[in-house]
């Protein structure tokens, strides 16, 4: 019997998707979705709220602004779900650290049923060095893991 589900979202199409899918899984079955977002640029301990970091386009970004961009992209999600599905039970989760090690982490220690994940995420030389973290989650996952296009 599946009671809960576990869905990583990062902002992208596919994790919007996944997202939908986790809906639909989630109110099919009558169990509960947690929303987890897991930001790699924020490691706690280790980025000062003043510091910052700077992506590819060299604007500054401050770690705070980072936080705020994980809030979002969890809000959004949870007013998607809470129009989408208003009676199924939601609830988030926001880490930081490797999104593969975290989305497997917290589905074991979560004891949750599935964990879904959209394909897709990083691209080029560093997906091919180091695995996507769809499937990362696929091979390291104790439960059953879905990987949604």
Known sequence: MIKSVLV??????????ALDF????AEKFGASLTILNVSESIVMGAVP????????DG?????????????????????????AKPNLNVSSIIRDGDAAS??????????????IVG??????????ILG????????????TAVIVR
């Open 132 to 143: 996507s973290v769809s499937e990362k989650v696929a091979h390291s996952a104790a439960c």
């Open 102 to 115: 975290e989305i497997v982490d917290t589905s074991n220690n979560g004891n949750f049923d599935i964990v």
């Open 22 to 25: 986790a809906l639909d899984f």
């Open 119 to 128: 394909h897709g995420g990083q691209h080029g030389m560093r997906e091919r």
């Open 8 to 17: 990583g979202v990062d902002g992208s199409e596919n994790s919007d998707r």
């Open 59 to 83: 604007n500054a970004i401050i770690a705070r602004d980072l936080r705020n961009i994980q809030n979002e992209i969890i809000s959004k999600c949870i007013d998607h779900a809470r129009q």
């Open 49 to 56: 709220n003043e510091s910052m970091a700077y992506p590819s």
